[in-house]
């Protein structure tokens, strides 16, 4: 089985730029250059033939690439616990629009579509049971405002494979085609 998900990457700049602001909260699991990316569209787990299938959709999805710059800090919550800390992209509609033409592909090759709400961002730390509250992660994200930066372009749509690990999450580009 293959756990699979369509992202964007940003460049290696913005990627610093990130990585900038990634110390000084306890408890936090900074993400790794390797982990940073926008995910469009989580799969889950399918065989080996679906993956093909998904791979042969989504070399059909056509957008331009896209121009985006890092918003606000965010963090998501599971069950009232504060699990991952994150970075906003902005335009939120270009964004939005590729999400939709990634999700329409995708039910081409029999995945469910997507129900959850997107939210486009850059996951920068998770945090497990002992982590922050929410009190002290507040007070982290209002002192460590993202640094203000040019916008820059992500101009892939990859395929990749997650594999999960003692040290986390793993991520594999399996394919990627240009947009543009």
């Keep these: 089985m293959h756990r699979l998900f369509v992202a964007l990457r940003p460049p290696r700049p913005a990627r610093l730029l990130l990585q900038s602001m990634m110390h000084g909260l306890l408890g936090a699991r900074w993400q790794s250059d390797d982990q940073l990316h926008l995910t469009l569209r989580f799969i889950g ?89 929410g009190g002290t992660i507040a007070a982290y994200a209002a002192a460590a405002a993202v640094p203000p930066a040019a ?15 003692g040290e986390g999450a793993s991520y594999d580009p399996v394919e990627r085609w240009r947009l543009g």
Excluded: C
Aim: no cysteine; proline share 5%; hydrophobic share 40%.
């Design 45 to 133: 787990e399918v065989d080996r033939h679906q993956a093909d299938d998904i791979a042969a959709a989504l070399a059909s999805v056509r957008n331009d690439p896209v121009e985006a710059r890092f918003g606000r800090l965010g963090t998501f919550d599971r069950r009232g616990r504060i699990d991952t800390l994150w970075v906003g992209v902005e335009p939120r509609e270009p964004l939005a629009s590729l999400h939709q033409k990634v999700d329409q592909a995708l039910r081409r090759a029999g995945v469910e579509a997507d129900r959850r709400a997107f939210v486009p961002h850059v996951t920068i730390a998770r945090f497990g049971r002992g982590g922050p509250d």
């Design 151 to 165: 916008s820059f372009t992500m101009d892939y749509l990859i395929l990749f494979e997650s594999r999960l690990g």
